[in-house]
Nanobody, 120 residues
Framework: QVQLVESGGGLVQAGGSLRLACAASGRTFSSYAMGWFRQAPGKEREFVARISSSGGTTYYADSVKGRFTISRDNAKNTVYLQMNSLKFEDTAVYYC?????????????WGQGTQVTVSS
């Protein structure tokens, strides 16, 4: 069982940067793969990025490759999403999620989300 709390969202101009953080509770954080998802108004939730439990493997949606970077600090029980060169299309509520190592594609735990708004 893990609780996730996102932070770092806000309003930025196109071309700017934001770093989101997801703080996790629990002593088994290092055993979870972590992911970031987002949902824009009127659209379904979409995958953004994921990182393996050790941090050794990352994967990104094509829409954010080269602009976003996911990372984690297991000592701090925190996963990050560095977002650069932000576009208006990146505007969404961003959610952090966790998956057990045994079922890395099944995200069982979700945060409440943090709003990212990019002005054009």
């Amino acid at each position: 069982q893990v609780q996730l709390v996102e932070s770092g969202g806000g309003l930025v101009q196109a071309g700017g940067s934001l770093r989101l953080a997801c703080a996790a509770s629990g002593r088994t954080f290092s055993s979870y793969a972590m992911g970031w998802f987002r949902q824009a108004p009127g659209k379904e939730r979409e995958f953004v990025a994921r990182i393996s439990s050790s941090g050794g493997t990352t994967y990104y949606a094509d829409s954010v490759k080269g602009r976003f970077t996911i990372s984690r600090d297991n000592a701090k029980n925190t996963v990050y999403l560095q977002m650069n060169s932000l576009k208006f299309e990146d505007t969404a509520v961003y959610y952090c999620a966790a998956a057990r190592r045994t079922t890395p594609s099944k995200f069982d735990y979700w945060g409440q989300g943090t709003q990212v708004t990019v002005s054009s």
